[in-house]
Nanobody, 121 residues
Framework: EVQLVESGGGLVQPGGSLRLSCAASGFTFKYYNMCWVRQAPGKGLEWVSGISTGGGSTYYSDSVKGRFTISRDNGKNTLYLQMNSLKTEDTAVYYC??????????????RGQGTQVTVSS
C-alpha cells in the first residue's frame, strides 16, 4: 500500500520557519519525481515546489522562490520542505505528492493526507 505521511506543520509567527517532512512507503521512492502542493482556506490546490528523482533539480513557484527549499533523502524515503520567512499567505494545508508540476494531479500519482501550516501573529 502506498503511503505518504506528512509531518512538521504547526502554528508559526510571520517571519518564522518550519520544516515539513514526508515519509514515503509502499513504492520505490527514488524512482519518482516528488513535489509539495498546498491548499489555502477557500482556494484550490496549488503546486509549490518539485524535485527530481536524484534531487539534482529543484523547482519553485514564484510565490515561494527564495524562501522555501525542497530536498529529499532517498536512503530514508523522505521528502522535506524547509520554509523560511513565512508569510500569512503561506497558511494552508501542505501535501506531498508524487509527480512533477505538470502531472502531480494525475490519477496515476499519489498524494498524502496533508499537514496544516498556520502563519499568524
Amino acid at each position: 500500500e502506498v503511503q505518504l505521511v506528512e509531518s512538521g506543520g504547526g502554528l508559526v509567527q510571520p517571519g518564522g520557519s518550519l520544516r515539513l517532512s514526508c515519509a514515503a512507503s509502499g513504492f520505490t521512492f527514488k524512482y519518482y519525481n516528488m513535489c509539495w502542493v498546498r491548499q489555502a482556506p477557500g482556494k484550490g490546490l496549488e503546486w509549490v515546489s518539485g524535485i527530481s528523482t536524484g534531487g539534482g533539480s529543484t523547482y519553485y513557484s514564484d510565490s515561494v522562490k527564495g524562501r522555501f527549499t525542497i530536498s529529499r533523502d532517498n536512503g530514508k524515503n523522505t521528502l522535506y520542505l524547509q520554509m523560511n520567512s513565512l508569510k500569512t499567505e503561506d497558511t494552508a494545508v501542505y501535501y506531498c505528492a508524487t509527480g512533477s508540476r505538470d502531472n502531480w494531479g494525475s490519477p496515476y500519482n499519489y498524494r498524502g493526507q496533508g499537514t496544516q501550516v498556520t502563519v499568524s501573529s
